[in-house]
DNA sequence: CCTCCCAAGGTTTTT
DNA sequence: CCTTGGGAGG
């Protein structure tokens, strides 16, 4: 390679490179550059020096024009490692990377992609002497591992856990973080605050131990990357002297993300030459429950009056219709700058809208309607799901095996949530940081070694006594001999903390799939597995050995980062998200926020009621409200083709209760002449259900789709009926298909007897009035599709 | 002191 | 539904 990485030698007396040095050398590569880009592309290609923002709307060829930017820094001469790109997902940087690799060839690979997080991680690892308390050891912890510290915390401050939840907490410390406030600072700042409540007081003295805790783990959650290299930065600097100098040319995607942490890295990173791009979408601000504040973007041009601001309004990916529906929904927003899309795209499909009885429903005519697609030409690789909640994946996926449909869930609870992934991860983190208590406390007795909960509890007190590690206790004879356990368990202590030390030694003689190997197979663990005949053990061995494939690779594509060290730093940076192969033909699923950035040929927009999307818990303050019709505008730009909305009259809770709701209120935002409507009229036994094309009779009216009013609205999401699972569906079906006659009677689960009045509605709207014996109860008016209620046999 | 079994309670979105 | 914690047996 032409360019070699000086990083830490000689990269001070490397020669000023100015734009366009080697213009009449590389003009042809120049060309090929700007080939195809519109005016206002072109000028933010060109545009190299000095602070610049891109308000880059959804579909405009953002990414694009950040690759092409990327080149030409190049094709001026730039070296490739004083370019600093900095994207949001590791995706998105991947996918930059091959983009520019493809345009200026190898050059490209020493451009530094990466996320902020993985940014820091490498920064701090370098720098990690100028840290306060860490040592180069360090670990990175990932949610599941910080609860667990938290909880710790909570129970030893002896706070009530059900009034201090763990992730009620740990997202306080998260924004605090964020907002560069230790736990020393968050402390003052609650003491001074005018309304101090005793839950803040609580929550900085779990934040003051949590922080001690982490810190003599030797482990920093994803938050304190973020916050040390801003400290770094501000208290030494030397050491931001040296990266502003190395990195001359900054590219910060999806600005409007970026949270105050992320804001100061590249305010410090930037202070001194200026070259800094900014990209970003205020519309598509989806992050402001992390922490991300919009007015970073909103503000640029305050920061920097230099800047040169362009905007790119016209929209590549989406047909008219699709686009218009989006800016409809987006305007309904007050809070924002004013903005619209144009597209010269074709005006395309109306979009369709199916609204369907019960989720189950709901997921089955999709499956229909994507295999018809598939029929139609398109492949199931064009075809995305998207859903606001997690949650509402089981479902739809359940439709997609019903129908041997195949389908790829996207990011989510996943692969390294899992228990077996955790732990054979707790063994290197053990391995790679003997501070590691929680890796320790993990797998101590995985598999079983006879080493119980109380054993754990002696050690830690031990340990904390002494301000060691509980590694250091069972490692030294001379310590594990004062505390009081059985001979047996000692000597099982014995052993393990030799196994440990033993692997210790293997992890320079190994890769780091061998070692994995060697863990799995000297362990025990595998054996355990292996022996024990519990039905989802052998889902665990495969997942194991998936997981020594994921090292395998990994050692094979990046064999110089191949240590221990590296591979802890890329699992616990990259999500599953990172993981998609797109070699198979089938449909992706996956929530909102993940799909940012992505584009379909079709999309469905799933569970379109008001409680999801927007949801419950966001519908009582109007920024939280307007983030949430934020997201509905990026799930609708993901479309290019067709665009499905659909929603369900009621859907099933977690625990097999039922909950009633209705359409949201983003849908009534988009024009009605945008949309074909259709409606499952009555509930089928198959998993073809029917549903009626519903015409407007007006152009101002549709059935089913009116206006609800807000109380409505609120009733029903608060509306909340018990049934028991199956048995309870089979019998609201019968219960709408029963021919109900005044006079009939009926018994309510809650309200007891009762004489129907009179019978109203056709189909799923069906309502009794009944006039309940109990005369506390007296005459309701229930609707047959939710009510509990049987018919009493005279 | 460890392990197995049962009940209860909890879901926004993610680096 | 799935994880977590408490209680009884071994």
């Known amino acids: 390679m032409a360019y070699s990485d000086p990083f830490d030698s000689d990269y001070y007396e490397e020669e000023e490179i100015e734009q366009g040095t080697n213009e009449d050398l590389q003009s042809e590569a120049i060309q090929k550059i700007f080939e195809g880009l519109n005016p206002r592309q ?21 990414t ?17 490692w004083r370019i600093l790109a900095i994207t949001f997902t590791n995706k998105a940087a991947n996918e930059m990377k091959t983009r520019a690799e493809r345009m200026i060839g190898e050059l490209a690979k020493s451009v530094w992609l990466s996320t902020f997080h993985s940014f820091c991680a490498k920064i701090l690892r370098i720098e990690v002497d100028s840290v306060d308390g860490y040592n180069k050891n360090f670990v990175i912890y990932s949610m599941s591992d910080t609860k667990a510290v938290v909880r710790d915390c909570i129970r030893e401050l002896n706070l009530d856990e059900k009034k201090f939840m763990d992730t009620q907490i740990l997202s306080r410390i998260s924004m605090a973080k964020n907002n560069l406030l230790d736990s020393k600072k968050y402390k003052e700042a609650v003491l001074f605050a005018n309304n101090k409540s005793e839950y803040e007081w609580q929550v900085a003295n779990v934040y003051e131990l949590y922080e001690k805790r982490l810190l003599s783990l030797n482990a920093m959650d994803f938050d304190d990357l973020l916050m040390l290299t801003v400290r770094l930065f501000t208290d030494h600097q030397e050491i931001l002297n040296k990266y502003q100098e190395r990195f001359r040319y900054i590219l910060v995607d999806e600005y409007q993300d970026t949270n105050e942490a992320q804001y100061q890295i590249m305010k410090l990173l930037a202070a001194k030459y200026e070259n800094v791009c900014v990209v970003g979408d205020a519309d598509q601000s989806i992050y402001g429950w992390r922490g991300a504040d919009m007015r970073n973007i909103l503000n640029f041009e305050t920061d920097y009056p230099e800047a040169t601001v362009i ?29 619209e899309l144009w597209t010269e795209n074709g005006d395309g499909e109306k979009i369709i809208v199916f609204e369907a009885l019960t989720g189950f429903y709901e997921a089955a005519k999709i499956v229909n309607e994507i295999a018809d697609l598939k029929r139609n030409g398109f492949s199931y690789n064009d075809v995305a799901l998207l859903y606001r909640i997690n949650a509402q994946s089981r479902i739809l996926e359940e439709g997609f095996v019903r129908a041997g449909i195949p389908y790829v869930i996207v990011g989510g609870l996943k692969f390294y949530d899992r228990m077996e992934i955790k732990n054979i991860l707790a063994y290197l983190r053990l391995i790679y940081n003997l501070q590691d208590n929680m890796s320790l406390k993990r797998i101590i007795n995985v598999p079983r070694r ?15 006594k002494h301000d060691i590690s509980i590694f250091e206790v069972i490692s030294n004879a001379w310590l594990l001999n004062q505390v009081d356990v059985f001979p047996k368990t000692r000597q099982n202590l014995r052993m393990f903390s030799e196994f440990i030390l033993n692997c210790r030694n293997m992890q320079d003689k190994l890769s780091v799939n061998k070692l ?21 053990d052998e889902a665990r061995i495969e997942n194991l050995e998936e997981f020594i494939n994921v090292a395998k690779e990994f050692v094979s594509k990046s064999p110089e980062e191949a240590t221990l060290d590296g591979f802890l730093n890329h699992i616990s940076l990259i999500s599953d998200l990172d993981v998609v192969e797109e070699s198979e033909d089938r449909v992706s699923l996956m929530t909102v926020h993940s799909a940012k950035g992505l584009e379909f040929p079709v999309v469905f927009i799933t569970g379109m009621e008001e409680g999801i999307f927007p949801h419950s818990r966001s519908l009582l303050r109007e920024d939280q409200l307007e983030e949430e019709r934020r997201a509905c505008y990026v799930a609708i730009t993901r479309a290019q083709k067709k665009l499905y909305i659909t929603f369900a009259d009621s859907r099933a809770n977690f625990g097999g209760d039922t909950k009633a709701s209705c359409n949201s209120r983003f849908l009534e935002e988009i024009p009605r002449e945008y949309i074909d409507f259709y409606k499952q009229k009555t509930a089928t036994k ?14 101002v009216k549709i059935e089913g789709l009116s206006k609800v009013s807000p109380k409505m609205r609120a009733k029903s999401n608060v509306m909340s009926m018990n049934t028991k699972k199956n048995k309870e569906k089979e019998k609201i079906s019968a219960n709408l298909s029963r021919n109900w006659q005044p006079g009939d009677r009926v018994n309510h689960k809650k309200w007891g007897d009762g004489i129907v009045l009179e019978v109203k509605g056709l189909g799923t709207e069906r309502e009794l009035r009944i006039k309940f014996l109990d005369k506390d109860v007296g005459i309701k008016t229930l609707s047959l599709m939710y009510a509990p209620i049987t018919k009493v046999r005279e």
């Open 64 to 80: 694009r024009v950040l690759t092409c930017r990327i080149a030409n820094l190049l094709a001026h001469g730039v070296a490739p």
């Open 42 to 62: 072109v000028e933010a290609v060109e545009c190299l020096q000095g602070p610049l923002l891109i308000m880059a709307g959804a579909g405009s060829g953002k």
């Open 311 to 339: 905007k790119l309004e016209q929209n590549y990916r989406s047909t008219k219709m699709i686009l218009d529906a989006a800016n409809a929904v987006i305007q309904h927003n007050k809070y924002r700058k004013p903005k």
């Open 686 to 699: 198959t998993s073809t259900p029917a549903f009626v094309h519903l015409v407007p009779r007006s152009s």
């Open 450 to 464: 006879g080493i119980g909960l109380t054993t754990v509890a002696k050690l830690q007190d031990f340990a904390e």
């Open 516 to 536: 994995i190997s060697y863990i799995l197979k000297n362990s025990g663990y595998m054996t355990e597995l292996q022996t024990d005949s519990k039905p989802e």
